[in-house]
């Protein structure tokens, strides 16, 4: 099945999502389903009633869009999760002076994994306070980031 490119649909319904009170993080297509997932964020995170409405909005945005030429496929949207990998500088400004888990491939200041609270992120280089003070780590040494979990 031919589908658009997922970044013109990101644009496409980058502001639907602000007329909702979201940001639209990333659309993703799954060609085995042939479904779309919209994944989104909000500053006192996502409920059911914001994915409902971001859904009947996006759904007439996306039929004057057609992503799928015509094709049929489903529609879901979905909050990012707790666990949903840090994939660029926008993930990383959401969570400054919160805790996160950096997962590394090969150890670097002395592990593999740190966590502590994200202090910045610029120049591709993660500032991290923990514990032992600050550690700076090049997000492309990582290989996942995300918000630390505490149960």
Aim: hydrophobic letters at 40%.
């Amino acid at each position: 099945m031919k589908v658009m490119p997922m970044k013109e649909v990101e644009e496409h319904l980058a502001p639907v999502a602000q007329s909702v009170g979201a940001e639209l993080l990333e659309a993703v297509w799954n060609n085995r389903d042939r479904s779309l997932t919209l994944i989104i964020d909000a500053p006192g995170g996502v409920d059911l009633n914001l994915c409902e409405a971001f859904h009947h909005a996006a759904d007439a945005a996306l039929d004057e869009l057609d992503p799928t030429y015509g094709e049929a496929y489903t529609l879901n949207c979905s909050s990012p999760g707790l666990d949903r990998p840090f994939k660029d500088a926008r993930d990383f400004a959401r969570h400054l002076g919160e805790k996160i888990e950096v997962h590394l491939y090969a150890p670097y200041a002395g592990a593999k994994y740190h966590e502590g609270t994200l202090v910045s992120f610029e120049g591709g280089d993660i500032l991290l306070n923990t514990p032992k003070g600050e550690v700076s780590i090049p997000f492309d040494k990582t290989s996942k980031v995300c918000l630390l979990i505490e149960v």
